[in-house]
């Protein structure tokens, strides 16, 4: 203890400070004890070797303004992510076109199902929003139907049955845009794969399938409650998930 009083007396005088012997060591303990290993500033490596500092799976990280861990890559599973690819089902209901008796319709594509040859499974249906009718074809049956690079296949509403659940999802079978299809695409696979709105917000629907990452501010629409409101999407100039407010009106 003699000596320990020694060296703390030792480092106050260093400092130009005449300080008790109790004090001192004390002060001196602050002094050395900022060079200790402290266990939060390991750097986590569940991302495949980028370096991020681990407080929790999936806490936002309000110093660093982005969120700790992995933010839905390997930490907080999001409540939206596609685990395995879908098949569509090849089968679609037949179109019904109210304007069919009305030829002076604003706009008129069609009148029935066999006037839509373009594409497959071409229905006839009534617009949104305009008085008339227009064809409509599924793009896609499986993701391999899209092109290489881009998202998935989305299943139209009527057909998504295994869990496929997004806002706005198309009357029609769709190919997405994105950067990753399944989540076994994400973070050398082990991330997550998840639906993003667009700038229209949820009048516009889905966009895009997207890979969480660790740069992101947010995983789900809850997490932006705490960042002004809005919900969570995937900014493509940031390449990260952030909280956005903006909509469009139809």
């Known amino acids: 203890m003699e000596r320990e009083s020694t060296q703390a007396r030792s480092s106050a005088g260093i400092l130009g400070l005449a300080i008790p012997g109790g004090a001192a060591l004390g002060l001196a303990m602050l002094l050395f004890g900022a060079n ?23 806490v936002f990280d309000g110093e660093t303004g982005g969120m700790t861990g992995m933010a839905g890559a390997s930490g907080r599973v999001p409540l939206e992510h596609r685990a395995a690819a879908v098949a569509c089902a090849m089968d679609r209901p037949a179109g019904a076109c109210s304007w069919a008796s009305m030829p002076d319709a604003a706009v008129q594509m069609c009148l029935q199902d066999s006037d839509c040859t373009a594409g497959s499974n071409g229905r006839c249906n ?19 139907d899209c092109a290489t690079g881009s998202g998935p296949c989305e299943c139209r509403a009527a057909a998504n049955t295994a869990g496929q659940s997004s806002p706005g999802l198309s009357a029609t079978n769709v190919c997405k845009a994105g950067n990753c ?12 794969c998840s639906p993003s709105l667009g700038s229209c917000g949820n009048w516009g629907g889905v966009v895009g ?21 809005g919900d969570c999407r995937f900014d493509a100039v940031g390449a990260a998930w952030q909280c956005e407010t903006s909509q469009c009106a139809g």
């Open 181 to 192: 299809r399944v989540d076994k695409d994400c973070a050398g696979g082990t991330g997550y």
């Open 126 to 144: 009534d617009m949104p929003r305009l008085s008339g009718c227009h064809c409509s074809y599924d793009q896609c049956f499986a993701d391999a």
């Open 209 to 229: 399938y997207y890979c969480h990452t660790p740069q992101d501010k947010c995983i789900d629409d809850a997490d932006c409650a705490a960042q002004g409101g």
């Open 36 to 58: 200790c290993d402290r266990s939060p500033s390991h750097p986590g490596t569940a991302n495949g070797g980028e370096a991020g500092y681990v407080t929790g799976p999936g």
